[in-house]
């Protein structure tokens, strides 16, 4: 890709156009899609969202990737992973590039509706968390809190969960 005036970093977050006019010419011929994406940041999908069936963003997967990918899409093993990060539709939705500030950034301080929030990930099984317990409910900035929760996996397929909860989720 070209590099851009901000100090080499990326222009856009969409994917380059000769992509996305590949997936529409699939999609308008009836092809049912999956997007593999490979990256190490957010990719804003726009209207091609809407055209594939599902979406696997694998990182950057290194040399046994293409295996576990396959493993993936052929039901021998179901995806547990979860976004570290939150995805924004656009970078309309983020602040300017020289702002360091945290507003607008991040689960805890966007306020748009993102792409896809931080902890979003799916799975071929579903499961099913009770039993939450905390050890107070005050705490003071900078004390720790202790909890626990029960998951069970309640779908029909062996599948691992990975649970993550941010701050506002226990208020």
Known sequence: ??????NSDRES???????????????????R????????????????????????FVWYPGM??????????????SPSGKLPLTFPKSLDQLPAFDDYSMK??????MT???LYP?????SYSRFDYSDLKLDR????????LTFSLTVRNSGDRTAAEVAQYYLSDLQ
């Open 1 to 6: 890709s070209l590099l851009s005036p901000q």
């Open 13 to 31: 977050i969409t994917l380059p156009h000769s992509q996305i006019d590949y997936i529409k010419e699939l999609a308008i011929h009836g092809a």
């Open 33 to 56: 899609i999956i997007l593999v994406l490979t990256g190490g940041s957010p990719i804003a999908l726009g209207e091609i969202e809407d055209m594939v069936e599902a979406i696997l």
């Open 64 to 77: 046994e990737g293409g295996r576990a990918v396959a493993d993936v899409l052929f039901g021998d093993v």
């Open 104 to 109: 607008g950034r991040t689960y805890r301080y």
């Open 112 to 114: 748009e509706e993102p």
């Open 118 to 122: 931080f902890g979003f990930g799916l």
């Open 137 to 144: 409910t005050n705490i003071a900035a900078g004390d720790s």
